[in-house]
T-cell receptor, first 115, second 114 residues
Framework: EAGVVQSPRYKIIEKKQPVAFWCNPI?????LYWYLQNLGQGPELLIR????????DSQLPKDRFSAERLKGVDSTLKIQPAELGDSAVYLC?????????????FGEGSRLTVL | AQKITQTQPGMFVQEKEAVTLDCTYD???????LFWYKQPSSGEMIFLIY??????QNATEGRYSLNFQKARKSANLVISASQLGDSAMYFC???????????FGGGTRLMVKP
């Protein structure tokens, strides 16, 4: 069974440029998460989807960040415009369970560097 | 609000020895879950072990065991017979009563010496 797939693995952009990250969760997993992980820190939740509905986006900086999961499968996280402080790893995870009551399966992450 | 604290930024252990990684938590929920994840240099978070707050016995998964002390609000990870491949970041995490929030600690970097 394929795991959670994220792309790109690495992205280097200049500040004020847009960037997008893509995530394909494990087949059949209805719950999808985007996490932000700064260097040397634990992941922090940005947004959680149940199918195509964003059920928790309270930590998503909505002035520059947006996310979508139109068909309840793949998801895209966008930053526009990027700032220097956005340099981090963006992790996608999926789960067959509603909420966080079960194990999360993570992708390898997308490492963003903003110059 | 939930909080997870991992007080050991880095740990060394000799190969084949056991090591304990500390985790303390704070929550007002009567029911919650505790997880440990491993993050190797490749970046992927790998699930290791889960403990429910009402579980009577400490969770075990192969060489991993969770030393759950509810009164002390601690959930330490014990790795027995350390292997070189155990070198990685380890994160303690908690889910709340409604399963709506997974909070991670700051992590502990474990380095296994040959």
């Amino acid at each position: 069974e394929a795991g959670v797939v994220q792309s790109p693995r690495y992205k280097i952009i200049e500040k004020k440029q847009p960037v997008a990250f893509w995530c394909n969760p494990i087949s059949g997993h209805n719950t999808l998460y985007w996490y932000l992980q700064n260097l040397g820190q634990g992941p922090e939740l940005l947004i959680r989807y149940e199918n195509e509905e964003a059920v928790d986006d309270s930590q998503l900086p909505k002035d520059r960040f947006s996310a979508e999961r139109l068909k309840g499968v793949d998801s895209t996280l966008k930053i526009q415009p990027a700032e220097l402080g956005d340099s981090a790893v963006y992790l996608c995870a999926s789960s067959p369970s509603r909420g966080h009551t079960g194990e999360l399966f993570f992708g390898e992450g997308s490492r963003l560097t903003v110059l | 609000a939930q909080k997870i604290t991992q007080t050991q930024p880095g740990m060394f252990v000799q190969e084949k020895e056991a090591v304990t990684l500390d985790c303390t938590y704070d929550t007002s929920d009567p029911s919650y879950g505790l997880f440990w994840y491993k993050q190797p240099s490749s970046g992927e978070m790998i699930f290791l072990i889960y403990q429910g707050s009402y579980d009577q016995q400490n969770a075990t998964e192969g060489r991993y065991s969770l030393n759950f002390q509810k009164a002390r609000k601690s959930a330490n990870l014990v790795i027995s017979a350390s292997q070189l491949g155990d070198s990685a970041m380890y994160f303690c995490a908690m889910v709340d009563n409604a399963g709506n929030m997974l909070t991670f600690g700051g992590g502990t970097r474990l380095m296994v010496k040959p």
